[in-house]
């Protein structure tokens, strides 16, 4: 960690322009080799719900493995059959990956644009690295490099043309989007929904018996955050998403338990005002905000009609609230 903090000298990293082409050669081996890799994960990730990208990215695995063989058999011919051990990290100012276990659970888009990503990357380096070199062998290994992932850049292309048809594409951004909707969306929106109305009744009950801010805010600090630990574990718990294709249990239970607790906190905050007056009236326009928003969420996502998720949202919410005021001021 510390040595992060460091120059790179001090911290056992190499700056890039004090490499030799031996040793240029032998870090765009192991970049070449690591990328492959990395292609072969994602495409591992995807065979089973996104055959065409997964089809993409086996071809480009197998791109980066020919670009490999072919850099070491060069590096044979120049330098001898021992590689130098040199990784991306020995480098200071050479580009680096995320690790693979960060960008395979975002989803599919996210891990075309990190592909994408990658070609770029490692491209522009190279560009860069030829215009800072002052030798001229190091000059051509350099734009042959940049040439070779600029041809990589290209033959993704030329694979995604091959493997994700129009229809193919539109299936999997279809799944894509369906499974974003079924793990982060429908849990995030009933929580959402519990947190904002569950929690009317006994906030504004407390608020008009009592009449006073702190302990309303107290109440609903507790009440929010009961209910948001309470959705979580259940969302979590009941479903481990294997037979539903629902998702990682974990993300649903933090959508749901995370959005429990804001719908909930929402107003419950406008108790910190010690003004009753002002921080009801604060907390009725959260909660109007609150209910609108949860209208729009299911007309926007789940296709709710709008007409049909205003009466149920706002009519029963209403009636909560009113519940609330009625056994408070009684």
Known sequence: MLSSLLPP??????????????EILALAVASEEEDGRIYAVYAEKLRKEYPASAAVFDGMATEEDEHRRRLLEDYRRRFGEVVVPIRREHV??????????????????????????????????????????????TRSLLGDLAQAEAGHESRADALAEDNLTGDAKSAEDDA??????????????????DGSVSTLAPIFATAFATQNTWTTFLVGLSASIGAGISMGFTEAAHDDGKLSGRGSPLKRGLASGVMTALGGLGHALPYLIPSFWTAT????????????????????????????????????GALVLAAGILIGGA
């Open 92 to 137: 200071a100012d050479f580009y680096q990956r995320k690790p693979v276990w960060l960008v395979e659970t975002l989803g599919l888009e996210r891990i075309r644009e990190e592909a994408a990503a990658m070609e770029r990357q490692a491209r522009d380096f190279y560009v860069a690295a030829a215009g800072r070199s002052t030798d001229a062998q």
């Open 281 to 316: 009236a604060i907390a009725l326009a959260v909660v109007f905000v609150e209910l609108w928003a949860i209208v729009w969420i299911q007309n926007r996502y789940m296709e709710t009609p709008f007409a049909r998720a205003t009466f149920q949202v706002v009519l029963g």
């Open 176 to 193: 894509a989007r369906r499974q974003f909707l079924l793990t982060w969306v429908q849990p995030g929106l009933a929580g959402l929904m």
């Open 9 to 22: 000298g001090l911290s056992g990293r190499r700056r890039f322009d004090s490499l030799s082409e031996r």
